[in-house]
């Protein structure tokens, strides 16, 4: 019988364990998922960060086929011709393949990452296997008998495999973990990052599309692989980098509603344990990460739009914000705008992990945000929203009495002209420009001419790990500019010394412009808002600037640029 102070040592005891089981940060950071198993890993190093029955054997689906391609791209060559079989058309998820079609071995493992073809699958398996011009089930067995070993060389363990597509068979199956160590290899082929990181592909006669409905939505995923049969449920490999770092998530047994926000949650988490951002030169890594992802392309020469951020014009440094850690934020300011990075602590949505400010809205009204319901009253900022700084142009102070103005007929031609005085008139030769209004927000009364539009939708190059890919710019477009929270008005401003027509519209967070004789990919810009939120603060008053009572810190701004004393 176990006497009190035996069992006081079983009580410690199991503390201990829980406690070394699940750190705190662990336990505060991690989300609720339906995935039965799964495992969040360092992709460098190899060390799990978190994870749940991440060793349990599973069926993998289609997860198999990063194995597949794996083992084609070690032992097989792209350019080789594969003639298809009857064999290798197969049911459920399909490549479209015809038997007697011919098909190169590079296109065929497009086929088998982005649309998950299991007629891909098999007719690679038998190409490489040693017959591409004929049907031959020992050559496909000799490929799954290479899955086998190359699974064994990296430490799958708890892997089998025993076809080379992810069918529920029996005796096929895997583990998060191993499956993890899986993508660890495939992370290593610069061929295999490269197909598994492709949106959209086309090459004799097919146009194939990724499933992973997370590429190119998701902030720096380098790439995955989708899954799904009824043993093996919803499933997902994921690999993303940020700032010099790179994760994997695999995650098993999710549920068609859940298996991406799954992934996306798990990937938020892991940010949190693999680079918790608490030194200035972190936040500085991912500030950099996050402006040279869009704009370093267009500075290379590689893409001809206008910039999103532009030029830094300030270290970083914390700024006061009440519901920030120690009730300081990091923040770095550019011609464009301003980064931030409020909740270093907290798993955040990538989209939103870093985020601008609303700086546009701050301007108009006069009122500096220093909390999520704290502000401190400068006054509206005397500063031409475009164009050159010269007097008599438009200011974000003219457009204060302007935000509860009522917003055009959506699909009417854009022809108000703003003056300097803020008076609105109208000039039908506007007319000319074709611009239209779009539809009012519900919250804030205002639509976004169809030009503004059109520009948020719009898709570019970016930088993922090393590589140029399309992708959407401004996804989601609020996460940059905020909502509309004025109607859109032209202006007539020098720039560079000489007047042109433009279309201004103020969002919360950014102003657009449109110059209509500017260069295609030049339109639509992004103000210097960033120029103009510094140059504000400067001109304030010392008292106001510094918020001594709100604000605890030392604050200076000089030159453009911000300091501590």
């Given at each position: 019988m176990i006497n009190r102070r035996q069992w006081q040592?079983?009580?410690?005891?199991?503390?201990?364990?829980?406690?070394?089981?699940?750190?705190?940060?662990?336990?505060?950071?991690?989300?609720?998922?339906?995935?039965?198993?799964?495992?969040?890993?360092?992709?460098?190093?190899?060390?799990?960060?978190?994870e749940q029955a991440s060793h349990e054997r599973r069926a993998m689906a289609?997860?198999?086929?990063?194995?597949?391609?794996?083992?084609?791209?070690?032992?097989?060559?792209?350019?080789?011709?594969?003639?298809?079989?009857?064999?290798?058309?197969i049911g459920e998820s399909s490549m479209g393949l015809v038997p007697g079609q011919q098909v190169t071995l590079r296109t065929?493992?497009?086929?088998?990452?982005?649309?998950?073809?299991?007629?891909?699958?098999?007719?690679?398996?038998?190409?490489?296997?040693?017959?591409?011009?004929?049907?031959?089930?020992?050559?496909?067995?000799?490929?799954?008998?290479?899955?086998?070993?190359?699974?064994?060389?990296?430490?799958?363990?708890?892997?089998?495999?025993?076809?080379?597509?992810?069918?529920?068979?029996?005796?096929?199956?895997?583990?998060?973990?191993?499956?993890?160590l899986l993508a660890?290899?495939?992370?290593?082929?610069?061929?295999?990052?490269?197909?598994?990181?492709?949106?959209?592909?086309?090459?004799?006669?097919?146009?194939?599309?990724?499933?992973?409905q997370l590429l190119g939505s998701?902030?720096?995923?380098i790439g995955g692989k989708t899954g799904w049969t009824d043993n093996a449920g919803r499933c997902l490999v994921l690999v993303a980098e940020r700032a010099g770092k790179r994760e994997i998530v695999v995650l098993l047994?999710?549920?068609?509603?859940?298996?991406?926000?799954?992934?996306?949650?798990?990937?938020?988490?892991?940010w949190v344990l693999l680079d918790p951002i608490t030194t200035p030169e972190r936040a500085a890594a991912l500030f950099a990460w996050w402006h040279d992802r869009v704009d370093g392309p267009v500075a290379a020469g590689l893409d001809h739009r206008t910039w999103l951020w532009?030029?830094?014009?300030?270290?970083?440094?914390?700024?006061?914000?009440?519901?920030?850690?120690?009730?300081?934020?990091?923040?770095?300011?550019?011609?464009?705008?301003?980064?931030?990075l409020t909740h270093p602590d907290q798993p955040i949505d990538a989209r939103w992990a870093i985020t601008g400010g609303r700086l546009a809205w701050e301007m108009i009204t006069g009122q500096r945000q220093i909390g999520d319901s704290q502000?401190?009253?400068?006054?509206?900022?005397?500063?031409?929203?475009?164009?050159?700084?010269?007097?008599?142009?438009?200011?974000?102070?003219?457009?204060?009495?302007?935000?509860?103005?009522?917003?055009?007929?959506?699909?009417?031609?854009?022809?108000?002209?703003?003056?300097?005085?803020g008076t609105v008139t109208d000039d039908p030769q506007l007319a000319v420009y074709n611009v239209h209004a779009g539809a009012p927000d519900p919250a804030t009364g205002h639509g976004i001419a169809d030009v503004f539009a059109s520009f948020t939708a719009q898709w570019g190059l970016v930088q993922v790990a090393g590589h140029v890919r399309s992708e959407p710019l401004l996804n989601p477009p609020v996460a940059l500019l905020g909502l509309p929270i004025t109607d859109p008005y032209w202006v007539r401003v020098p720039v560079g010394g000489r007047v042109h027509d433009v279309l201004i519209q103020c969002f919360e967070r950014r102003c657009l412009s449109y110059t209509p004789d500017n260069p295609p990919g030049w339109q639509v810009e992004m103000g210097n808002i960033g120029q103009h939120y510094l140059h504000w603060l400067q001109t304030a008053t010392l008292s106001s600037v510094l918020g001594l009572a709100q604000e605890p810190r030392n604050v200076g701004y000089g030159l453009g640029m911000l300091f501590y004393a």
């Open positions: 040592y079983v009580f410690l005891g199991c503390l201990l364990t829980l406690f070394l089981q699940v750190s705190p940060v662990q336990a505060a950071s991690l989300p609720a998922v339906a995935a039965t198993s799964w495992v969040i890993m360092d992709a460098d190093s190899g060390k799990v960060l978190a289609s997860l198999t086929k990063l194995m597949t391609a794996l083992v084609a791209v070690e032992r097989g060559n792209l350019d080789q011709v594969v003639t298809i079989t009857s064999g290798d058309v065929l493992l497009y086929g088998l990452l982005l649309r998950s073809g299991n007629d891909a699958a098999m007719a690679i398996a038998r190409a490489v296997g040693g017959s591409p011009a004929q049907e031959s089930a020992l050559a496909r067995q000799q490929f799954i008998d290479w899955m086998n070993a190359r699974a064994a060389s990296l430490g799958m363990s708890d892997t089998q495999y025993i076809n080379p597509h992810g069918l529920d068979a029996d005796g096929h199956y895997s583990s998060a973990y191993d499956l993890a660890r290899a495939v992370l290593n082929n610069p061929t295999l990052v490269t197909i598994f990181g492709t949106l959209r592909y086309s090459a004799e006669g097919f146009t194939l599309q990724n499933t992973n998701y902030p720096g995923l047994h999710s549920t068609g509603d859940a298996w991406f926000a799954d992934g996306a949650a798990l990937l938020n988490a892991g532009g030029n830094p014009i300030s270290g970083v440094v914390s700024e006061s914000y009440q519901e920030s850690p120690g009730g300081e934020r990091w923040v770095q300011y550019f011609d464009k705008g301003r980064m931030e502000f401190i009253a400068l006054g509206p900022a005397a500063i031409p929203v475009a164009g050159d700084v010269v007097a008599g142009s438009p200011t974000y102070a003219t457009l204060r009495p302007l935000l509860s103005a009522p917003a055009p007929p959506p699909g009417s031609v854009i022809t108000q002209v703003l003056t300097a005085n």
